[in-house]
């Protein structure tokens, strides 16, 4: 499919920067990288997701922590509704675009997902959720070394991932059932 494949031309490209860069964001990352205790990488990455939710419009971030809510609730289709306005007034916003992409995972509409994760890597190409989420659906397509793929940068980015490092050493990935996706942090 040509998602799939447009998508994992963007994981590839490893030289491309976030489109709204951090010297904290990218200091997250290093320790991230460097952690040793699983204490330690649990905070880092709760810091990382935290600075991913801020917006510095105030009433952004409010939209966007009211649809994770109403995801949580399962009000899914007032959480699209949140998301679609709050994308169309900023589009440049790469967690408001994975927030969608859960939606869609959980509604199980997979193509919508993609190309949500695809523009949430082209604005944040570190989002480790959305490259594991992308991975997790490539797995349900059978796509096994895509998923591979996209796991093995998603654990160079965050070496902690248990599910990205079962399938990167495993023979015999399967596509976790229903809430187990990564797409559902945070």
């Known amino acids: 499919m040509v998602a799939y494949a447009e998508t994992l031309w963007l994981i590839a490209d490893r030289r491309r920067r976030p489109a709204r860069g951090s010297a904290v964001l990218d200091a997250l990352f290093r320790r991230l990288g460097a952690c040793r205790q699983e204490e330690e990488a649990i905070a880092t990455e709760d810091h990382i997701w935290h ?16 649809a994770a809510s109403d995801i949580a609730a399962r009000r899914y289709d007032i959480a699209e509704t949140r998301l679609s306005l709050l994308l169309r007034h900023l589009p440049d916003f790469p967690e408001a675009w994975h927030k969608r992409a859960t939606l869609y995972y959980l509604l199980g509409r997979d193509s919508p997902c993609i190309g949500d994760l ?24 059978g796509e096994r070394e895509s998923a591979r793929f996209a796991f093995s940068v998603a654990l ?6 248990a ?10 990935p399967e596509r976790p059932s229903g809430n187990n996706s990564p797409a559902n942090r945070n």
């Open 118 to 141: 695809r523009r949430t890597i082209q604005l944040e190409p570190r989002h480790f959720g959305a490259l594991c989420s992308f991975a997790e659906i490539l797995l349900g397509e």
């Open 163 to 172: 599910r990205a490092r079962q399938v990167v050493n495993s023979t015999t």
């Open 51 to 66: 600075l991913w939710m801020y917006h510095p419009h105030r009433s952004a971030a409010h939209a966007l922590d009211l």
């Open 156 to 161: 160079s980015l965050h070496p902690h991932l």
